[in-house]
């Protein structure tokens, strides 16, 4: 597969954390110290279909084609206020396709899942072009009183079009299932069956817990994918990680012995909004012109489950 085209979209309030120390026992020094980021975007008025859709169409555009010639979507989505259909689905219809869509769940490493899933559909003959959307609302899933997890966290979308092509050098997916370290319970609807109260909570995280699997599981991902296909790290033009922490960004940088300016980021613009970080990121960078024809783009994600995905790709816009 190769990329052909690439969208973001992003709510319009931007919350900044001198905004957060007006209920909130915390401050810009003590946010900007432990993750990096200075402000996130929320949704207000905005629904996440709304950027699932912007962001969709910006790819589409950019790629050069319609959403007729769409043959699949894949949505990369952790929550959102449907249940039921699939969020795939409603993009499906506000756009105008007629392929088959279906939403995935890989928690922040879902777009490179997504990337595996469209890169053996392509393989198989069974698609020609691929919509890829991330689209996510991890603010939804916080308690705002608890300093330790709403003041990362920020919504968004970030969409690709993929189509045939020799650019993926290698895809690296692990999952290790260790609910504890970071989850959600939802409230679910009561039957005159259930026994006894069913637990919900906000979003729980372990944040050392997280921390020392994100570190060492990318710092190894990128050591094996880099191994595997002979690619030596001075032919990688930009890591391209999972936009969580700028600490976490950072150590992982540290381990691999490279130098700053081949780890974009914009976590301190726009917060953790999970899967759409990494498409979020890419499509800013091809627009702002940082990327061009042949660079080695190596990509890697984690998050809950606790999943992991790497990928090794060549730019080919």
Known sequence: MKILGTGCASPSLAVTNKMLEEFLDTSDEWITERTGIKERRLMTSEHLLDLAVEAARKAIDDAGMTAADLDYIICSNVVNEYSTPA??????????????????????????????????????????????????????????????????????????????????????????????????VRRLEPTPYLDGEREFAPLVMKGRDVFKTAVSS?????????????????????????????????????????????????????????????????????????????DILVMSAFGAGFTTAGCILEWTK
């Open 218 to 294: 990318s710092t190894a991902d990128i050591k094996a994918m880099l191994a595997e296909t002979g690619i030596d790290p001075s032919q990688v033009k930009y890591y391209v990680l999972h936009q969580a922490n700028e600490r976490i960004i950072d150590s992982i940088r540290g381990l691999l012995g490279e130098q700053p300016e081949k780890f974009p980021h914009n976590v301190e613009r726009y917060g953790n909004t999970s899967s759409a970080s990494v498409p979020i990121l890419l499509d800013e960078m091809s627009r702002a012109g940082k990327l061009s024809k042949g």
């Open 87 to 184: 969020l795939s689905c409603l993009i499906q219809g506000a756009i105008g396709a007629t392929c088959p869509c279906l939403d995935i769940n890989a928690a922040c490493a879902g777009f490179i899942f997504a990337l595996d899933m469209a890169e053996d559909k392509l393989r198989a003959g069974k698609a020609e072009n691929i919509l890829i959307v991330c689209a996510e609302e991890p603010t939804r899933m916080v308690d705002w009183n608890d300093r330790n997890t709403c003041v990362l966290f920020g919504d968004g979308a970030g969409a690709a079009v993929v189509g045939r092509g020799d650019a993926m050098k290698t895809v690296r997916l692990t999952t290790s299932s260790r609910k504890e370290v970071l989850y959600q």
